[in-house]
T-cell receptor, first 112, second 118 residues
């Protein structure tokens, strides 16, 4: 399943399928990008990050892709599991010790 | 691994009262950030501190103030509370590399304080 981020805040995928969550960021000066997962009533949990000198980074079951030309970020989750159900936020930042600017979240729900 | 600690986890106040939220960063982290998250919204940056000095300021009302202490914990003081201040307040911490190093280090968030103003 795939979302268009800001315009489709909910993404429903079949358990075991791959999920793709998209995000458009706003500041061309941003040089650091992060994906956070937030479960209901909890704090944002770091998933994966990428710096502007890279276009792809892989973690455990997750991959982040960065396209600076069109200011687009995506999060791919392989073999989606029920525990992946949450709201996912993309975020951007620039310079050291700098605030994070969160994008609008996408709610990921898993169908059994 | 130790995480960011916030207290209290829940707080109920009346309008015009004051509230103090506390944040204890991950050990050896020197930078603390405060964010406010309203219902169904994304977190909004309020203020940050690096080595006990304010490093950045966002959309923090004048009624709010914050500081970072010598042990790196931080407190967010909120006065003349309004109904619209009801939200989740998150603290995050990071370790800021020295100048010349890689930019921006990962911010790790605490569990938040849910403030309800009646």
């Amino acid at each position: 399943g795939e979302s268009v981020g800001l315009h489709l805040p909910t993404l429903s995928v079949q358990e075991g399928d791959n999920s793709i969550i998209n995000c458009a960021y706003s500041n061309s000066a941003s040089d650091y990008f992060i994906w956070y997962k937030q479960e209901s009533g909890k704090g944002p949990q770091f998933i994966i990050d990428i710096r502007s000198n890279m276009d792809k980074r892989q973690g455990q079951r997750v991959t982040v892709l960065l396209n600076k030309t069109v200011k687009h970020l995506s999060l791919q989750i392989a073999a989606t599991q029920p525990g992946d159900s949450a709201v996912y936020f993309c975020a951007e930042s620039y310079s050291s010790a700098s605030k994070i600017i969160f994008g609008s979240g996408t709610r990921l729900s898993i169908r059994p | 691994a130790a995480g960011v600690i916030q207290s209290p986890r829940h707080l109920i106040k009346e309008k015009r009262e004051t509230a103090t939220l506390k944040c204890y960063p991950i050990p050896r982290h020197d930078t603390v950030y405060w964010y406010q998250q309203g219902p169904g919204q994304d977190p909004q940056f309020l203020i940050s501190f690096y080595e006990k000095m304010q490093s950045d300021k966002g959309s923090i009302p004048d009624r709010f103030s914050a500081q970072q202490f010598s042990d790196y914990h931080s407190e967010l003081n909120m006065s003349s509370l309004e109904l619209g201040d009801s939200a989740l307040y998150f603290c995050a911490s990071s370790f800021t590399r020295l100048a010349g190093g890689p930019s921006t280090d990962t911010q790790y968030f605490g569990p938040g304080t849910r403030l309800t103003v009646l």
